[in-house]
């Protein structure tokens, strides 16, 4: 199974903070990436597909980039709203596994 | 509007075993590949199993092979996962979600509870 792994596993930031997120695969993915966010109590919410494709609604804030092994998500501006958890996922091979997540809170 | 709808979860004593549902409405769910995710207390997610649109196709994570499996009912809307022989660590939250291959899962319900424990 490919491994997935993030870094860092918490962060700490203010509103309006440019935020990076990193995630690497054990093997090469090809783009097949997905992000999402998930608040205490909610479900996941889809924000990136593909690793750079914006989910229909999601706030332009938020950006996926990498291939490969390597990749990232940015939110340009940090609002309230985006104190959650973050979970990438590989999509390339079964087990379609995530990563263990990154928790953003306030700093 | 797409919802998930997840029933069925509950306290089951070890060995025992327990059948989710899963009510979709506002797609054509005979369209979609179907998945459930689920995520222990305090843990990351863990994709379990997902099932093509007619049945046909049906792949699962290597811990739950052999003790669950994967169905569904187009006629009545409706994805099941019946779960055998269940041990602690399947404690978690049982989400079902909308699957695609192009963006996985774009759709969740709210999850149902399970608990494994004597």
């Known amino acids: 199974d490919i491994q997935m792994t993030q870094s860092p596993s918490t962060l700490s930031a203010s509103v309006g903070d440019r935020v990076t997120i990193t995630c690497r695969a054990s093997?090469?993915?090809?783009?097949?990436l997905a992000w999402y966010q998930q608040k205490p109590g909610k479900a996941p919410k889809l924000l990136i597909y593909?690793?750079?494709s914006l989910e229909s609604g999601v706030p332009s804030r938020f950006s996926g980039s990498g291939s490969g092994t390597e990749f990232t998500l940015t939110i340009s501006s940090l609002q309230p709203d985006d104190f959650a958890t973050y979970y990438c996922?590989?999509?390339?091979?079964?087990?379609?596994?995530f990563g263990p997540g990154t928790k953003v809170d306030i700093k | 509007e797409v919802q998930l709808v997840e029933s069925g979860g509950g306290l089951v004593q070890p060995g025992g075993s327990l059948r989710l549902s899963c009510a979709a409405s506002?797609?054509?769910?005979?369209?979609?590949?179907m998945s459930w995710v689920r995520q222990a207390p305090g843990k990351g997610l863990e994709w379990v199993a997902n099932?093509?649109?007619?049945?046909?196709?049906?792949y699962y994570v290597d811990s739950v092979k052999g003790r669950f499996t994967i169905s569904r009912d187009n006629a009545k809307n409706s994805l099941y996962l019946q779960m055998n022989s269940l041990r602690a660590e399947d404690t978690a939250v049982y989400y079902c979600?909308?699957?695609?291959?192009?963006?996985?899962?774009?759709?969740w319900g709210q999850g149902t509870l399970v608990t494994v424990s004597s």
């Open positions: 506002g797609f054509t769910f005979s369209s979609y590949w």
């Open positions: 593909k690793a750079s």
């Open positions: 996922q590989q999509y390339n091979s079964y087990s379609f596994t």
């Open positions: 979600a909308r699957d695609t291959w192009l963006v996985r899962f774009d759709y």
């Open positions: 093997q090469s993915i090809s783009s097949w």
């Open positions: 099932i093509k649109q007619d049945g046909s196709e049906k």
